[in-house]
């Protein structure tokens, strides 16, 4: 079992940064993909990046602006955002899973709470 919480969301204005934090229990977390999507009010959940090793993919949409890591020996994956634009407003939450990297959130087994990202003009 694996729990993983989230920290690091709020209000940001056009143009600024944040960093987000996702800490994770268990003694395999090296051995996780870890991914970060996204949810839009009103839209449907999207995949923003995701690191498996040390091997990164983004989505093309923040691609440049975004960066995915991780520290094993915290058992926490982070996801700067740089350049945040208004349209990056949802809840970013991370999610864990075993096996390689998947774009589809219905692959993931652990999931955190969430955290909300707000970007104002």
């Known amino acids: 079992q694996v729990q993983l919480v989230e920290s690091g969301g709020g209000l940001v204005q056009a143009g600024g940064s944040l960093r987000l934090s996702c800490a994770a229990s268990?003694?395999?977390?090296?051995?996780?993909?870890m991914t970060w999507f996204r949810q839009a009010p009103g839209k449907e959940r999207e995949f923003v990046a995701s690191?498996?090793?040390?091997?990164?993919y983004y989505a093309d949409s923040v691609k440049g602006r975004f960066t995915i890591s991780r520290d094993n020996a915290k058992n926490t994956v982070y996801l700067q955002m740089n350049s945040l634009k208004p349209e990056d407003t949802a809840v970013y939450s991370c999610?864990?899973?075993?096996?390689?990297?998947?774009?589809?959130?219905?692959?993931?087994?652990?999931w955190g709470q969430g955290t909300q990202v707000t970007v104002s003009s």
């Open positions: 690191i498996r090793w040390s091997d990164t």
């Open positions: 268990g003694r395999t977390f090296s051995t996780y993909t």
């Open positions: 999610a864990a899973r075993s096996r390689s990297v998947s774009w589809d959130q219905y692959e993931y087994d652990y």
